[in-house]
């Protein structure tokens, strides 16, 4: 279990930081107006590097801590964070209003792919970590 663990902990914080990257360099999201005021894109942007930092702290904590009680509650709390993650671009922040945008076409959807990743590769966790041992 215990290279399971790691395996999984590794795959969270690079996760965390794909994320954490996706803003600015991955799949940028659309730059200031000609004003220099910033679309609403730009403010999701900076939620999305915020969740991605705390998935990366939480992914290190989760290859830490030696109790599978508490790694399988982090894995619990961590499809929460991923289902946030989801909710940030689609509904709670969201994009620009033209669907031509780069935050639409890009950051979206690389959010929503890793965000799922992340959910599901909590879930197989979930699984994995609480097979009783024979």
Do not use: R
Request: aromatic content about 8%.
């Amino acid at each position: 279990m215990k290279n399971k663990k790691m395996i999984f902990s590794i795959l969270f914080v690079i996760i965390g930081i794909l994320i954490l990257v996706t803003p600015n360099h991955l799949a940028p999201v659309c730059g200031p107006k000609p004003d220099g005021h910033f679309m609403k894109c730009h403010w999701m942007g900076q939620a999305l590097i915020g969740q991605g930092i705390f998935i990366v702290i939480t992914g290190i904590i989760f290859g830490l801590v030696k109790n599978e009680s508490i790694n399988l509650g982090i894995s619990i709390s961590n499809i929460i964070v991923g289902i946030i993650t989801i909710l940030l671009p689609l509904y709670l922040i969201g994009g620009c209003k033209m669907p031509t945008m780069s935050c639409n076409t890009h950051t979206k959807p690389t959010v929503l792919v890793l965000a799922a990743v992340y959910i599901i590769a909590n879930i197989v966790y979930l699984f994995v970590g609480t097979k009783k041992k024979s």
